[in-house]
Protein backbone atom coordinates (compact mmCIF):
# COMPACT_ATOMS: atom_id res chain seq x y z
CA UNK A 1 0.00 0.00 0.00
CA UNK A 2 1.35 3.56 -0.98
CA UNK A 3 2.28 5.62 1.68
CA UNK A 4 -0.21 8.71 2.67
CA UNK A 5 1.70 11.86 2.13
CA UNK A 6 -0.23 15.44 3.08
CA UNK A 7 1.80 18.33 2.00
CA UNK A 8 0.50 21.84 3.44
CA UNK A 9 1.31 24.90 2.12
CA UNK A 10 0.08 27.42 -0.66
CA UNK A 11 1.70 29.67 -3.71
CA UNK A 12 4.78 28.53 -5.26
CA UNK A 13 6.86 26.80 -2.54
CA UNK A 14 3.81 24.25 -2.65
CA UNK A 15 3.83 23.39 -6.16
CA UNK A 16 7.25 23.44 -6.75
CA UNK A 17 7.77 20.59 -3.82
CA UNK A 18 4.35 19.24 -5.49
CA UNK A 19 6.64 18.97 -8.57
CA UNK A 20 9.18 16.69 -7.28
CA UNK A 21 6.81 14.44 -5.57
CA UNK A 22 4.35 13.72 -7.63
CA UNK A 23 7.11 11.61 -9.42
CA UNK A 24 7.43 8.86 -6.35
CA UNK A 25 4.95 6.12 -5.65
CA UNK A 26 3.10 7.87 -3.22
CA UNK A 27 -0.67 8.59 -1.98
CA UNK A 28 -0.32 12.79 -2.41
CA UNK A 29 -2.73 15.19 -1.30
CA UNK A 30 -2.15 18.86 -1.10
CA UNK A 31 -4.09 21.10 1.35
CA UNK A 32 -3.84 24.41 0.03
CA UNK A 33 -4.47 27.46 2.29
CA UNK A 34 -7.17 29.75 0.57
CA UNK A 35 -6.65 33.70 1.51
CA UNK A 36 -4.37 35.32 -1.23
CA UNK A 37 -6.33 38.20 -2.02
CA UNK A 38 -4.03 39.97 -4.81
CA UNK A 39 -4.62 40.53 -8.93
CA UNK A 40 -7.38 38.20 -10.52
CA UNK A 41 -7.96 35.83 -7.49
CA UNK A 42 -8.84 38.88 -5.32
CA UNK A 43 -10.83 40.06 -8.20
CA UNK A 44 -12.93 36.94 -8.42
CA UNK A 45 -12.97 36.76 -4.48
CA UNK A 46 -14.71 39.98 -4.17
CA UNK A 47 -16.97 39.89 -7.60
CA UNK A 48 -17.88 35.98 -6.84
CA UNK A 49 -17.88 35.32 -2.81
CA UNK A 50 -15.40 32.33 -3.30
CA UNK A 51 -11.75 31.04 -1.66
CA UNK A 52 -8.62 32.24 -3.09
CA UNK A 53 -8.38 30.42 -5.91
CA UNK A 54 -4.66 31.28 -7.69
CA UNK A 55 -2.97 28.77 -5.60
CA UNK A 56 -5.17 26.06 -6.18
CA UNK A 57 -4.19 26.96 -10.15
CA UNK A 58 -0.63 26.50 -9.64
CA UNK A 59 -0.94 23.40 -7.08
CA UNK A 60 -3.62 22.03 -9.83
CA UNK A 61 -0.77 22.83 -12.98
CA UNK A 62 1.97 21.29 -10.63
CA UNK A 63 0.61 17.55 -10.27
CA UNK A 64 -1.01 17.80 -13.75
CA UNK A 65 0.00 14.98 -15.90
CA UNK A 66 -1.83 16.47 -19.18
CA UNK A 67 0.14 18.18 -22.03
CA UNK A 68 2.81 21.33 -21.81
CA UNK A 69 0.25 23.38 -24.31
CA UNK A 70 -2.90 22.83 -21.72
CA UNK A 71 -0.99 23.84 -18.62
CA UNK A 72 0.41 27.00 -20.81
CA UNK A 73 -3.92 27.52 -21.38
CA UNK A 74 -4.29 27.21 -18.27
CA UNK A 75 -1.50 29.89 -17.13
CA UNK A 76 -2.49 32.10 -19.70
CA UNK A 77 -2.60 35.69 -18.69
CA UNK A 78 -5.08 38.05 -20.42
CA UNK A 79 -3.21 41.62 -21.38
CA UNK A 80 -6.12 43.40 -22.78
CA UNK A 81 -7.66 46.87 -21.81
CA UNK A 82 -11.11 44.57 -20.55
CA UNK A 83 -12.42 43.43 -17.52
CA UNK A 84 -10.66 40.41 -18.46
CA UNK A 85 -6.95 42.18 -17.72
CA UNK A 86 -5.11 40.53 -15.53
CA UNK A 87 -7.03 37.30 -15.12
CA UNK A 88 -5.69 33.84 -16.00
CA UNK A 89 -7.47 31.24 -18.02
CA UNK A 90 -7.22 28.87 -14.84
CA UNK A 91 -8.34 31.17 -12.26
CA UNK A 92 -11.66 31.77 -14.61
CA UNK A 93 -12.18 28.14 -14.76
CA UNK A 94 -11.84 27.38 -11.57
CA UNK A 95 -14.34 29.82 -10.67
CA UNK A 96 -16.89 28.89 -13.35
CA UNK A 97 -16.53 25.10 -12.42
CA UNK A 98 -17.31 26.12 -8.72
CA UNK A 99 -20.38 28.09 -9.58
CA UNK A 100 -21.66 25.18 -11.87
CA UNK A 101 -20.51 22.05 -8.55
CA UNK A 102 -21.86 24.63 -6.19
CA UNK A 103 -18.29 24.60 -4.17
CA UNK A 104 -14.76 24.69 -4.33
CA UNK A 105 -13.88 21.37 -3.28
CA UNK A 106 -16.19 19.99 -5.98
CA UNK A 107 -15.11 22.54 -8.73
CA UNK A 108 -11.40 21.28 -8.17
CA UNK A 109 -12.84 17.62 -8.47
CA UNK A 110 -14.25 18.50 -11.72
CA UNK A 111 -10.89 19.90 -13.33
CA UNK A 112 -8.86 16.92 -11.61
CA UNK A 113 -9.92 14.48 -13.90
CA UNK A 114 -9.40 16.67 -16.73
CA UNK A 115 -6.09 17.85 -16.12
CA UNK A 116 -5.50 13.56 -15.13
CA UNK A 117 -3.57 14.63 -11.95
CA UNK A 118 -0.89 12.54 -9.74
CA UNK A 119 -2.84 13.20 -6.49
CA UNK A 120 -5.22 15.25 -4.55
CA UNK A 121 -5.97 18.78 -3.98
CA UNK A 122 -8.31 20.03 -1.62
CA UNK A 123 -8.96 23.86 -0.43
CA UNK A 124 -7.97 24.57 3.58
CA UNK A 125 -11.45 26.21 3.69
CA UNK A 126 -14.49 26.29 1.40
CA UNK A 127 -15.20 30.35 3.17
CA UNK A 128 -13.97 33.25 1.76
CA UNK A 129 -11.29 34.08 4.22
CA UNK A 130 -9.82 37.23 5.39
CA UNK A 131 -5.95 36.98 6.91
CA UNK A 132 -4.98 39.64 9.11
CA UNK A 133 -1.27 40.78 9.89
CA UNK A 134 -0.72 42.14 13.71
CA UNK A 135 2.53 44.24 12.26
CA UNK A 136 5.98 45.19 14.37
CA UNK A 137 5.03 48.78 14.86
CA UNK A 138 1.49 47.67 16.19
CA UNK A 139 -0.70 48.17 13.76
CA UNK A 140 -3.28 45.55 12.68
CA UNK A 141 -3.47 44.72 8.86
CA UNK A 142 -6.29 43.26 6.81
CA UNK A 143 -5.71 40.71 4.25
CA UNK A 144 -2.89 39.10 2.87
CA UNK A 145 -2.12 41.86 -0.28
CA UNK A 146 -1.63 44.63 2.24
CA UNK A 147 0.29 42.07 4.82
CA UNK A 148 2.91 41.61 2.30
CA UNK A 149 3.46 45.21 0.83
CA UNK A 150 3.50 46.75 4.63
CA UNK A 151 6.52 48.76 5.48
CA UNK A 152 7.11 47.27 8.83
CA UNK A 153 7.83 43.18 9.64
CA UNK A 154 5.14 40.57 10.45
CA UNK A 155 4.99 40.22 14.45
CA UNK A 156 1.83 37.68 13.79
CA UNK A 157 -0.99 36.26 11.66
CA UNK A 158 -4.52 35.56 12.58
CA UNK A 159 -7.87 35.13 10.78
CA UNK A 160 -10.64 37.86 11.23
CA UNK A 161 -13.15 34.73 11.82
CA UNK A 162 -12.57 31.49 12.79
CA UNK A 163 -12.85 29.29 9.33
CA UNK A 164 -14.20 25.81 9.11
CA UNK A 165 -11.76 23.21 7.37
CA UNK A 166 -12.96 21.11 5.01
CA UNK A 167 -13.70 17.66 5.72
CA UNK A 168 -11.36 15.97 3.40
CA UNK A 169 -8.75 18.05 4.64
CA UNK A 170 -9.19 16.83 8.34
CA UNK A 171 -9.50 13.56 7.31
CA UNK A 172 -6.62 13.80 4.99
CA UNK A 173 -4.38 14.77 7.92
CA UNK A 174 -5.56 12.14 10.39
CA UNK A 175 -4.90 9.22 7.93
CA UNK A 176 -1.24 10.99 6.89
CA UNK A 177 2.09 8.44 7.49
CA UNK A 178 3.78 11.91 6.55
CA UNK A 179 2.53 15.95 7.22
CA UNK A 180 5.09 17.86 5.24
CA UNK A 181 4.97 21.80 5.61
CA UNK A 182 6.43 23.12 2.55
CA UNK A 183 8.75 26.09 1.49
CA UNK A 184 7.13 28.98 0.72
CA UNK A 185 6.14 32.48 2.75
CA UNK A 186 5.84 31.28 6.31
CA UNK A 187 3.13 33.95 7.14
CA UNK A 188 1.02 33.93 4.24
CA UNK A 189 1.57 30.53 2.57
CA UNK A 190 2.56 27.88 5.44
CA UNK A 191 0.79 29.16 9.08
CA UNK A 192 -2.81 30.16 7.40
CA UNK A 193 -3.12 26.32 7.48
CA UNK A 194 -1.43 26.11 10.87
CA UNK A 195 -4.29 29.27 12.70
CA UNK A 196 -7.25 26.57 12.09
CA UNK A 197 -8.09 25.24 15.24
CA UNK A 198 -9.01 21.68 13.88
CA UNK A 199 -6.50 21.39 11.60
CA UNK A 200 -4.04 21.88 14.41
CA UNK A 201 -6.13 19.36 16.33
CA UNK A 202 -6.08 16.98 13.40
CA UNK A 203 -2.22 17.27 13.25
CA UNK A 204 -1.98 16.21 16.92
CA UNK A 205 -4.12 13.20 16.68
CA UNK A 206 -2.09 11.76 13.02
CA UNK A 207 0.34 9.34 13.46
CA UNK A 208 2.28 10.69 10.80
CA UNK A 209 6.11 12.67 11.57
CA UNK A 210 5.97 16.01 10.92
CA UNK A 211 8.31 17.30 8.07
CA UNK A 212 9.52 20.72 7.14
CA UNK A 213 10.97 21.69 4.16
CA UNK A 214 13.25 24.87 4.97
CA UNK A 215 13.02 28.21 2.12
CA UNK A 216 16.62 28.30 0.88
CA UNK A 217 16.48 32.30 1.11
CA UNK A 218 14.89 34.68 3.74
CA UNK A 219 12.09 36.61 3.16
CA UNK A 220 11.54 40.48 3.64
CA UNK A 221 9.33 41.46 6.18
CA UNK A 222 8.77 37.70 7.60
CA UNK A 223 12.18 36.51 8.16
CA UNK A 224 14.98 38.97 7.73
CA UNK A 225 18.16 36.80 9.44
CA UNK A 226 16.23 33.68 9.86
CA UNK A 227 18.61 30.28 10.06
CA UNK A 228 16.98 26.92 9.73
CA UNK A 229 16.40 26.90 13.54
CA UNK A 230 14.33 30.30 13.47
CA UNK A 231 12.21 28.73 10.93
CA UNK A 232 11.36 25.75 12.90
CA UNK A 233 10.81 27.46 16.04
CA UNK A 234 8.53 30.01 14.32
CA UNK A 235 6.35 27.23 12.59
CA UNK A 236 6.38 25.38 16.24
CA UNK A 237 4.58 27.86 18.17
CA UNK A 238 1.91 27.71 15.70
CA UNK A 239 2.11 23.69 15.97
CA UNK A 240 -0.32 22.04 18.76
CA UNK A 241 1.31 19.41 21.43
CA UNK A 242 3.34 17.79 18.33
CA UNK A 243 5.77 19.30 16.86
CA UNK A 244 8.19 19.40 14.02
CA UNK A 245 9.78 15.86 13.27
CA UNK A 246 12.45 16.42 10.62
CA UNK A 247 13.77 19.17 8.17
CA UNK A 248 14.75 19.10 4.72
CA UNK A 249 17.57 21.96 4.19
CA UNK A 250 19.72 23.17 1.80
CA UNK A 251 23.71 22.50 2.34
CA UNK A 252 24.56 23.54 -1.46
CA UNK A 253 26.41 26.84 -1.68
CA UNK A 254 24.53 29.53 -3.45
CA UNK A 255 26.47 30.82 -6.62
CA UNK A 256 28.35 34.54 -5.13
CA UNK A 257 26.86 36.68 -7.98
CA UNK A 258 23.60 34.72 -7.70
CA UNK A 259 23.35 35.89 -3.92
CA UNK A 260 24.48 39.37 -4.17
CA UNK A 261 21.81 39.78 -7.23
CA UNK A 262 18.98 38.87 -5.00
CA UNK A 263 20.39 40.65 -1.66
CA UNK A 264 20.37 43.83 -4.43
CA UNK A 265 17.29 43.44 -5.76
CA UNK A 266 14.68 41.46 -2.97
CA UNK A 267 16.47 42.08 -0.37
CA UNK A 268 17.11 38.04 0.26
CA UNK A 269 19.81 35.99 1.67
CA UNK A 270 20.79 32.76 1.66
CA UNK A 271 19.43 30.79 5.04
CA UNK A 272 22.03 29.22 7.07
CA UNK A 273 21.72 25.54 8.43
CA UNK A 274 22.85 25.78 11.72
CA UNK A 275 22.63 22.29 12.62
CA UNK A 276 23.96 22.28 16.34
CA UNK A 277 20.81 24.44 16.90
CA UNK A 278 18.69 22.65 14.80
CA UNK A 279 19.73 19.31 15.90
CA UNK A 280 18.19 20.03 19.46
CA UNK A 281 14.53 20.88 18.22
CA UNK A 282 14.02 17.79 15.48
CA UNK A 283 14.45 14.17 15.33
CA UNK A 284 16.35 13.93 12.13
CA UNK A 285 18.06 16.84 9.42
CA UNK A 286 18.01 15.75 5.94
CA UNK A 287 20.71 18.04 4.30
CA UNK A 288 22.04 18.10 1.07
CA UNK A 289 23.01 20.57 -2.06
CA UNK A 290 19.51 20.99 -3.62
CA UNK A 291 20.48 24.37 -5.70
CA UNK A 292 19.98 24.83 -9.40
CA UNK A 293 19.67 27.76 -10.95
CA UNK A 294 16.16 28.30 -13.65
CA UNK A 295 15.81 30.87 -16.21
CA UNK A 296 18.66 32.47 -14.06
CA UNK A 297 16.42 31.86 -10.84
CA UNK A 298 17.50 30.24 -7.66
CA UNK A 299 15.49 26.99 -7.26
CA UNK A 300 15.10 23.52 -5.69
CA UNK A 301 16.39 20.53 -7.21
CA UNK A 302 12.23 19.02 -6.76
CA UNK A 303 13.70 15.61 -8.14
CA UNK A 304 16.22 15.02 -5.57
CA UNK A 305 14.10 16.60 -2.65
CA UNK A 306 11.63 14.17 -3.89
CA UNK A 307 13.85 11.36 -3.72
CA UNK A 308 14.89 12.35 -0.13
CA UNK A 309 11.80 12.81 1.00
CA UNK A 310 10.62 9.21 -0.42
CA UNK A 311 13.76 7.38 1.36
CA UNK A 312 13.01 8.78 4.56
CA UNK A 313 9.11 7.35 3.81
CA UNK A 314 10.40 3.68 3.40
CA UNK A 315 12.74 4.00 6.30
CA UNK A 316 9.53 4.17 8.55
CA UNK A 317 8.04 1.16 9.56
Known amino acids: MKKKVVVLG ?15 PIDLTAIVSVCDDGNST ?10 AVGDIRRVLVSLSETEPLVMQLFNYRFKTTSDLDGHTVGNLLLTASSEITGNLSDGIEALSKIFNLKGKVVPLTEENVVLMGEMGDGCIIEGEHNITRYKSSVKRVFYKEEPRPTKEAVQAIKDADLILLSMGSLFTSIIPNLICEEIVEAIDSSKGKIMYVCNMVTQPGET ?3 KVSDHVKLLNQYLGKRKINVVVANNGKIDEEMAKRY ?38 NVLKLGLHIFGYLLEQK
Open 263 to 300: ESLEQKDPVELDRKETKSMVEKIIADDYVIIKNNLLRH
Open 10 to 24: GGTGSSTLLRGLKEF
Open 42 to 51: GALREEFNIP
Open 224 to 226: EDF
